[in-house]
């Protein structure tokens, strides 16, 4: 049963949060940067879930494979990403073309086929929230899936902002009719698949963990015959990002709808694991990846319970 959580505090915490976001908005980028980076520090000494939660992840994810000072250096990073991100969204509306060319360098925009739909898929990595605005700020057609948020103010300021710039926005839940219906007409549709799913999911393995992975990427790959590119952005040192598109993501196929399925995701989540260790303090540690689902364990066994008595 979900927690219910006091409205006094919801209000609170969303008033807080536009509140930061629009003062965020009139700072000066750097400056708005540091504020941002100094309240994701903050809140990682003052927030003993945030430490917790990304430390248990970079246990399960590098064992003994990094030193716990490394551990913590990108656990501190992980929640100053945070900050930035947050700092940064607000500034979602003005980013034009010029602001673009000025913040973002492109790597790989020639892998998208002119006129032709693809999906993309991408992680919580740096400023994942500057990727769609950025590609539509380069005359592309861009739809993202969304979780809507819970509390319905914020999540009417955080959709405005979102979609400030032309991109379009699709709701989780039902979204693949609309999906189906936008790649269809060229568009370029792109989801992140890097948190811990609670429905349509298979199991992989991530960062040679066990856990569970959307397959949307390999239900869109299989139903529309689209390409998937793997699109990534990362912070450099100077401020600026790069963003990375990959050529489309080469998936085999079997025959076999399930094994099929499972392996196209694997092999996604193989890619974006692979990005995310080129920057794992950009990451966002601070999500239970690897949150045991025993709903989907118990729906997974019946599936091939079922195939097995065929």
């Known amino acids: 049963m979900a927690r219910r959580r006091n409205p006094v505090v919801v209000w609170i915490a969303t008033a807080a949060s536009i509140g930061f ?15 941002g980076r100094a309240a994701g520090r903050v809140a990682y000494w003052l927030v003993p879930r945030v430490r917790k939660v990304a430390l248990a992840n970079l246990d399960h994810a590098y064992g003994d494979s990094l030193t716990h000072a490394e551990k913590l250096r990108i656990a501190r990073g992980a929640a100053e990403n945070v900050g930035i991100v947050a700092a940064e969204f607000s500034r979602i509306p003005l980013l034009d073309s010029e602001t673009i060319r000025d913040c973002v360098q ?10 032709r739909g693809a999906f993309l898929i991408s992680a919580h990595l740096a400023n994942w929230e500057w990727m769609a605005p950025a590609l539509t700020a380069t005359g592309l057609r861009l739809a993202e899936v969304v979780r809507p948020l819970d509390d319905p103010r914020l999540n009417r300021y955080v959709d405005a902002t979102r979609t400030a710039q032309g991109v379009r926005t699709i709701g989780k839940e039902r979204s693949g009719a609309e999906i189906m219906r936008l790649l269809k007409d060229g568009w370029i549709v792109g989801v992140l698949v890097d948190q811990s799913p609670r429905e349509a999911a298979v199991p992989v393995r991530f960062f040679g963990q066990a856990c ?23 912070r450099e040192t100077s401020g600026r990002y790069t963003m990375s598109i990959s050529p489309p993501v080469a998936l085999s196929r079997t025959g076999n709808l399930r094994q099929d399925l499972v392996g196209m995701t694997q092999r996604c989540q193989d890619l974006i694991e692979a990005e995310i260790r080129k920057y794992p303090e950009q990451w966002l540690w601070l999500h239970r990846r690897w949150k045991e689902r025993p709903r989907l364990e118990a729906d997974w066994q019946a599936r091939k319970a079922k195939d097995t008595e065929r």
């Open 106 to 115: 492109f790597t790989g925009l020639e892998h998208f086929e002119k006129g």
């Open 21 to 35: 976001g629009r003062i965020a908005s009139y700072l000066p980028l750097p400056v708005a940067r540091a504020v």
């Open 212 to 234: 569970w992975a959307t397959v949307a990427p390999a239900m869109v790959a299989t139903r529309a015959k689209v390409p998937i590119h793997v699109v990534t952005m990362a």
